[in-house]
């Protein structure tokens, strides 16, 4: 399986915006159609992700919802303690 770079990846989508067709870029440059397909669907969901930077912002976002939602489960779990050990005292 190959793996291209997120630079080669958005160098052909440029080329193929240049009003190139896609089966002649993935000619062009020995590409499969296939794959420069995947890569233009993917662009269209998101123009962001081919950009590396986005990519790094959206992982720390992902740890960041993961620890928030590790903290609000605690977060109800003491609640719920607290709840419990005012009743018994009561």
Do not use: G
């Not at 959206?58 to 419990?84: P, V």
């Amino acid at each position: 399986m190959n793996k291209y770079s997120n630079e080669i990846k958005k160098f052909i989508l440029q080329r193929i915006s240049k009003k190139h067709s896609t089966s002649q870029v993935a000619k062009e440059f020995e590409l499969p159609l296939k794959t420069v397909e995947k890569w233009i669907t993917a662009y269209n969901k998101d123009p962001n992700c081919f950009n590396d930077k986005v990519k790094i912002n959206k992982k720390e976002t992902d740890e960041i919802i993961k620890k928030y939602k590790e903290i609000k489960k605690d977060n109800e779990i003491l609640k719920a303690m607290i709840s419990s050990l005012s009743k018994k005292t009561k």
